[in-house]
């Protein structure tokens, strides 16, 4: 179905309707003025050189080329569908331990932002292979599906901090896991998981689990990163050493073993980290050696344009509007073709016009594209909005703004900027696209019912979108997750609530029913030996509450 990429431009037509009034009433005129004249045959006779048809003529075809034009510049195009692009690659996952202990700075600037670094830069050379993110603490989360998206992988791993995973430990057998069930179980190779951890708790359910996965072809390397000599721990809101709950300094250190032990079931290597570009290269070496295996994916949506089509037919018609002339006697041929003259130049002045308006749009959104390639954000958002200035409804650039504002981690700008691209846009394709990005911006700002929202109208416009549908079962899942602490969180405080409820009636009526003072019927020596039993009553169950907090004292859980 043809679409138009201006259709604000076909508000030119309005003045059509203006021309055709403008035509009748010159005809009128001619007829009125012709009887005012008198003698009808002198007037044919003066007029004998005019032909009435081709001035209708004239004006049909330039009427037509109007028409024409106006709707040239609304560009008119026919959606073609998504184009395909075959490359080779393979599916790598990383597993990134986030835990506390991964802020020691045994390895400066401290373990976690090195290991981001290496990440990083390894993103930087996999070319066409498929990249994911596993975070993993005291529990693992599935932080990006496998994606061709370089740009958003690195986004992703830049927001990995302890903080996003509230449970704290290092359990890296549901962190293999999570990153074998995010590969294709049909394919058994083209696959490699890369852990980067310092291993600190020994996770014997981790070195069975490799043995497993490598069974099904997916190759595991690791890196260790920290020391065996281990470092503190610096507490970021004191600013000093952690310590345990016995007051001493934490010291974590290196488990290298376990990392080995997990590479050699893995069937992959094993490296101590000394240096980010040493790491890299041999992790390259590592990947460059497995089968790589062809891919088909679908590039962006492409058009046919009818736009130089019709501006040749305008231009045609206009042509022979010249050359025609209502006039037959030679003598008169110039001067009644004042009027062709005039109006042709001017009118390409109006559509050249039109169309350097159009394109000058076009242009700055292809320098914001620029800009953005090459990571100048701030320049692409200006160009963006100069766009916009000139289209206030171009979709692609307000879709494009949304992107630039998303990179410089302006999150509300972006969510706005879809908000706008997903009302301009016409096509569902596109609308999906702005659906998809604004869940990734809610999801990162943890704004999860709008996030689980748009994930859905994206799916609803394309119900095969593979990404749209993992992020939403990730989102659904931290919703399950925070609505069962919120719900722990309350039965907490009903039960401190009860607690206190319990409280209050009892006082009140050691106040308001206070007995009176009775007269003792009790001797003195009866009252010696009842109090005598008390106080040995008393003495048994403190002696027996001492035993049981001897033998079951308590084991606050490790924190990092």
Request: net charge positive.
């Amino acid at each position: 179905m043809i679409q138009f990429q201006h259709i604000e431009y076909l508000i030119g037509l309005v003045a059509l309707p203006m021309m055709i009034g403008l035509y009748i009433f010159v005809i009128r005129w001619k007829k009125k003025t012709i009887g005012k004249i008198g003698d009808p045959a002198l007037v044919n006779q003066l007029i004998q050189d005019y032909s009435s048809k081709k001035f209708r003529l004239k004006f049909i075809f330039f009427s037509t080329a109007f028409t024409i034009g106006v709707v040239a510049l609304a560009n008119p195009r026919l959606p073609l569908g998504n184009t395909k692009v075959n490359r080779s690659g393979i599916d790598v996952m990383f597993a990134l331990d986030v835990s506390k202990s991964m802020l020691a700075q045994d390895v400066k600037p401290d373990r976690l932002e090195r290991a981001k670094q290496v990440l990083s830069k390894l993103i930087d050379q996999l070319g066409d292979d498929r990249i994911g993110i596993v975070v993993f603490a005291g529990r693992s989360y599935l932080q990006m599906p496998l994606t061709t998206d370089h740009a958003a992988a690195k986004m992703y791993l830049s927001t990995a901090t302890p903080e996003i995973v509230p449970t704290q430990g290092t359990v890296i057998g549901d962190a293999l896991k999570m990153c074998y069930n995010s590969f294709n179980a049909k394919e058994k190779k083209f696959r490699s998981i890369i852990l980067i951890s310092d291993g600190e708790d020994h996770d014997e359910n981790a070195i069975t689990l490799a043995k497993a996965i490598a069974s099904e072809g997916v190759m595991i390397n690791t890196i260790g990163i920290g020391s065996p000599e281990g470092s503190f721990i610096l507490d970021s809101e004191t600013n000093s050493p952690k310590k345990d709950v016995e007051g001493n300094p934490v010291i974590t250190k290196l488990n290298e073993a376990e990392l080995k032990n997990i590479a050699v079931n893995g069937k992959g290597v094993y490296q101590l980290y000394s240096s980010t570009d040493a790491v890299v290269n041999q992790l390259l070496s590592q990947l460059n050696g497995m089968d790589q295996k062809p891919i088909t994916e679908k590039s962006m949506l492409t058009y046919q344009y009818f736009f130089y089509f019709l501006l040749a037919i305008v231009f045609l018609l206009l042509v022979f509007d010249f050359f025609i002339t209502e006039v037959i006697s030679v003598q008169k041929f110039k001067f009644i073709n004042l009027l062709p003259k005039v109006h042709f130049p001017f009118f390409l002045l109006i559509l050249f016009s039109f169309t350097a308006t159009a394109q000058n749009s076009e242009g700055l959104v292809k320098k914001g594209n620029d800009a953005y390639n090459n990571k100048q954000y701030e320049l692409a958002q200006e160009n963006y909005k100069k766009a916009l200035n000139k289209n206030p409804i171009n979709s692609k650039a307000q879709y494009n703004l949304g992107n630039a504002f998303y990179r410089s981690k302006k999150s509300e700008d972006a969510i706005s900027a879809y908000d706008i691209a997903i009302q301009n846009s016409k096509l569902p394709i596109e609308k999906q696209g702005a659906f998809y990005n604004k869940g990734v911006v809610l999801q990162q700002s943890k704004k999860i019912p709008e996030c689980i929202a748009a994930y859905k109208d994206a799916l609803r416009l394309n119900p095969a979108d593979e990404d749209a549908r993992i992020n939403l079962q990730q989102a659904l899942q931290q919703q399950q997750q925070k609505q069962k602490e919120n719900k722990e969180k309350d039965k907490k405080n009903q039960k401190e609530d009860k607690k206190k409820d319990s409280n209050q009636p009892k006082e009140n009526k050691e106040q308001n029913d206070t007995p009176q003072k009775q007269p003792s019927k009790m001797t003195q020596k009866e009252a010696e030996e009842k109090l005598k039993a008390l106080f040995e009553q008393e003495k048994k169950l403190q002696d027996k509450l001492r035993k049981v907090g001897a033998a079951s004292p308590d084991k606050p859980e490790k924190d990092w």
